[in-house]
């Protein structure tokens, strides 16, 4: 049993994607309705990263490893794809604080006031993956973090998430806050944004993904719901030929 | 300099579920309607199509159908004597945007309050005594009653379709409705939703302790309907993405599912849409609205005269737009006096997680919908003596999971369990079928205070150089008290 009070303004950090561009329309007679106007998803670049360096990709390959680390039955973070999810959103409007309020002046405020942190994600990540190696070669023999070994990787990320690793700018604790956050988001958010691959998250607990009619199952109580998860893509089976 | 549109015989700022229900009574009654609306026009196959709608990431986390803060926002403080920092990006609480406003992407959970709410003040003193209430809660009676209302409730739940079982027929109690409700004229036009697993057993759970447990009154349909404006909707198919989601299958109640297909056709309304209301304009009595001035996305400036202006945004813009355009006396704390701004007030919200033996519990989360649940009413308003108990206020109670979304959901995780690395992944394979997450699982009241209100920021401004409006809340004794009182009652159940 667990208790949890949920104060009103939090202070999750929830970021925001474009929308579709709107300009100001008179609506009268009908709805205005165009075809093709509707907005599906952008899928990720998933060929490449786009946002971090070839060092960044083996540090943050290497966080999302032990985040998530694989096992016999799942893969981990970095199989799954959480690096090159986060990459994307990172070159998103998440990573540069697309749709936020950024007018100054800026100061630090109560837990209750949320983030007042002008440090955009893109930010964030770039000064703090630089930050942690330099950490870890300081500590551990000019070792990067991706160059230790699994135990003493945990043993990092364990400090950061105490908040004694010191960083440049920003506050060690909340960026592995941030870190653990994206990559959940990574292991269980539509596949379509680059992680979850082969919807290996969703498969892992038991989520059918986007299905969207269950009216043959409500009342069917206490048992296993048999089908396999759907992506907003579909599933591989669907289009024969395409992996 | 704005350029002057043609006279209107009324204006809607907010084209929400208040502006479009106003708009389709008045352009009824004949008058010229016109709706401003800051967002985008929206409706169900380009915005939440069933093809892409059920995506947790682009809807729940980063928050599609929300308000940009950058667009505006407001600024925060729990007391007075501390400075309102602006909410940069949105926390637990945020204002929707566009067409069909919080209907878009509400839960659609249809209560009506119990009778007592509205004569509070009264009834409090009568039951308790005068000093019971806190000596700085300034909770009022409403000014109109139940029964009043009663007519209204029953025309907006035949508008929706409401799924529901009755409490309380014409003063005759129902069984398995909430027998705590006030009087209704009519049955729900719908039954009650069919109830997933968790649900009811927390049901089941709930009368064996000798509570009466009901269904969630449910604007999410149990099946087929067509409202009295002749606008269909189609029966819920347990999807998992409801709240923060717009309904890619035209069963939950909202403007878009319920009047706007109704109201469009009418030849006396039109509607501006990616317009913002940046002021209320009054003559020189100062005591006569007469139109309102707007900005389009160009950046250029409208007038749109008329001699009626509905404000029906969310009310803190409406608080807002009143003390930007100069009208009534704002509120003043520390003076007591004066009217905009005063008496704010939200909700208290907690929960009770259970996580239940993996071996012989499979609750398939993602099987669900937003109004779904078994509810009980013992602990809401006064329906329970707080004589000893010292507080004012309740709340109900159930298991009203409406998900099984597994970016949030696996943020849960027992006491000791880490937040990261093989125990945690261990732990939410094993337990993601067999863990009970409410929600809202207690949703309670939250009464006026003096130092609780809304003014105008003396810092931060909008992108149109506009002050933001100031919220300065925190949670009192009383509400505190309550909580824990309801939670634990809670706990009971879920245990």
């Given at each position: 049993m667990q208790f949890r009070r949920r104060d009103i303004l939090a202070a999750a950090a929830i970021l925001i994607m474009a929308q579709r561009s709107g300009r100001a329309e008179i609506i009268e007679g009908r709805a205005p309705w165009k075809p093709r106007a509707a907005n599906p998803p952008k899928p990720a670049i998933t060929d490449r990263f786009v946002f971090f360096t070839a060092d960044e990709v083996r540090t943050v390959e290497a966080i999302v490893d032990r985040i998530i680390p694989p096992d016999p039955e799942t893969p981990g973070g970095k199989d799954a794809g959480c690096a090159t999810y986060i990459d994307n959103q990172l070159a998103g409007p998440y990573g540069s604080f697309e749709g936020l309020y950024t007018q100054g002046p800026f100061q630090n405020g109560t837990p209750q006031q949320g983030s007042q942190s002008s440090l955009t994600p893109a930010a964030q990540y770039r000064q703090g993956l630089a930050d942690l190696n330099g950490y870890c070669k300081s500590k551990h023999g000019g070792k990067t973090f991706a160059q230790l070994p699994d135990e003493t990787k945990d043993e990092v990320l364990g400090e950061l998430e105490k908040g004694s690793v010191q960083l440049r700018d920003q506050d060690g604790k909340t960026f592995f806050k941030h870190i653990v956050k994206d990559t959940r988001e990574g292991f269980f958010a539509d596949p379509i944004y680059g992680g979850n691959r082969d919807m290996a998250g969703w498969k892992m607990i038991g989520f059918p993904g986007a299905r969207y009619d269950y009216r043959d199952w409500v009342s069917r109580h206490n048992e296993r719901y048999p089908y396999p998860p759907v992506s907003i893509q579909g599933r591989a089976g669907w289009t024969p030929g395409k992996a | 300099m704005a350029r002057k549109l043609p006279h209107k015989d009324v204006v809607v700022v907010g084209l929400g579920w208040t502006g479009s229900i106003l708009s389709y009574e008045l352009a009824g009654a004949g008058l010229d309607v016109v709706a401003i609306e800051r967002g985008p026009w929206r409706d169900t196959p380009t915005d939440f199509p069933p093809t892409y709608d059920q995506d947790e990431l682009r809807y729940?986390?980063?928050?599609?159908?929300f308000l940009r803060p950058a667009q505006t926002t407001f600024t925060f403080r729990n007391k007075m004597d501390q400075t309102a920092l602006p909410i940069r990006n949105w926390g637990a609480f945020m204002p929707p945007n566009g067409v069909g406003g919080g209907g878009v992407h509400w839960n659609a959970e249809t209560w009506r309050f119990l009778p007592s709410d509205f004569v509070l003040k009264t009834h409090s003193t009568e039951r308790y005594g005068e000093k019971f209430i806190p000596h700085d809660c300034t909770v009022q009676d409403w000014g109109v009653t139940y029964d009043d209302l009663e007519p209204h409730y029953d025309q907006f739940e035949y508008l929706c379709g409401t799924s529901g079982s009755a409490g309380n027929l014409k003063g005759k109690i129902q069984e398995g409705g909430n027998p705590f409700e006030g009087p209704r004229?009519?049955?729900?036009?719908t039954p009650a939703q069919p109830q997933p697993f968790s649900h009811r057993l927390f049901g089941k759970a709930a009368a064996e302790l000798g509570y009466k447990p009901f269904p969630q009154p449910s604007g999410n349909l149990s099946q087929a309907y067509t409202n009295p404006w002749g606008v269909k909707l189609g029966p819920c198919s347990?999807?998992?993405?409801c709240e923060w989601f717009g309904c890619g299958n035209y069963s939950k109640a909202s403007p878009q599912t319920t009047v706007l297909p109704a109201l469009i056709l009418k030849t006396n309304f039109k509607a501006f849409d990616n317009s913002e209301v940046t002021r209320i304009n009054i003559d020189?009595?100062?005591?006569?609205a007469t139109g309102v001035t707007f900005v389009d996305t160009s950046g250029e400036e409208w007038e749109q005269p008329a001699d009626l202006v509905i404000l029906s945004a969310y009310t803190i813009f409406n608080v807002q737009l009143l003390l930007l355009s100069g009208i009534g006396e704002p509120y003043d704390p520390v003076k007591n006096d004066g009217v905009i701004g005063r008496n704010y007030t939200h909700q208290t919200i907690s929960d009770v997680i259970g996580f239940f033996d993996k071996d012989n519990y499979i609750f398939n989360p993602f099987i669900s919908s937003g109004a779904i649940g078994m509810c009980i009413?013992?602990?809401?308003?006064?329906?329970?003596?707080?004589g000893p108990l010292g507080f004012i206020g309740g709340g109900y109670m159930g298991q009203v999971q409406t998900n099984g979304r597994p970016i949030q959901l696996s943020e849960n995780v027992a006491e000791g369990v880490p937040a990261w690395g093989a125990k945690w992944k261990q732990f939410i394979r094993d337990h993601y079928q067999s863990t009970v997450v409410p929600g809202t699982g207690v949703h309670a009241s939250f009464n006026s205070y003096r130092d609780i209100y809304l003014d105008l920021d003396p810092t931060y401004k909008d992108r149109l150089g506009r002050p933001l409006l100031r919220i300065t809340m925190d949670f009192h004794e009383n509400e505190l008290k309550m909580n824990a009182y309801l939670t634990d009652k809670f706990a009971e159940i879920i245990k």
């Open positions: - | 729940r986390i980063r928050h599609e159908l004229s009519r049955p729900y036009p347990y999807c998992g993405f020189s009595s100062r005591k006569r009413d013992e602990f809401n308003g006064d329906n329970f003596d707080h």
